[in-house]
């Protein structure tokens, strides 16, 4: 009986623990509405331990306010250490796309999901200070379609 009940309060001191570090949600702010879109975007840290990674990516939220499905796209133009490396590029790596159902949210993830490629952005690494760093981002020609 005192085995089961220290296993119970183990097991929940480690789980309401898990559940302490995970809770801390995203400071969201928000890029721009268009036509029942919000596009937002976090600035959060990535850290792919296994492979030693430590970073800070922008991730883009896309919420649709609307009971309309949408696709919205833009361009992404990203300047790092203050010089713009792509506005002058239109190649379609730059091109962004995504389908944003009625009433849902779509959002990006640090190393995995559906959309990393369009809903999120390097901002730096965490563990390294010789490397170059975001210092703004820009949605542009922003076009929202019923889908």
Not at 23 to 37: C, E, M, N, Q, T
Request: proline share 1%; glycine share 4%; aromatic share 16%.
């Amino acid at each position: 009986m005192k085995k089961s009940i220290l296993f119970s309060i183990v097991f929940f001191s480690i789980f309401s623990f898990c559940n302490r570090s995970y809770a801390a949600s995203p400071d969201w702010k928000l890029y721009k509405s268009v036509s029942g879109i919000q596009i937002m975007y976090s600035y959060q840290e990535c850290h792919d331990k296994f492979n030693d990674l430590h970073q800070e990516i922008v991730i883009f939220k896309l919420v649709n306010t609307t009971e309309v499905n949408y696709q919205i796209e833009w361009k992404m133009n990203f300047w790092y250490n203050g010089v713009c490396r792509n506005c002058n590029v239109n190649g379609k790596e730059f091109q962004m796309k995504v389908d944003v159902p009625a009433g849902e949210t779509v959002a990006g993830e640090c190393y995995q999901g559906k959309h990393v490629r369009e809903l999120t952005l390097f901002s730096k690494f965490l563990n390294y200070t010789d490397k170059s760093v975001l210092t703004k981002f820009e949605l542009e020609n922003i076009k929202v379609s019923v889908k």
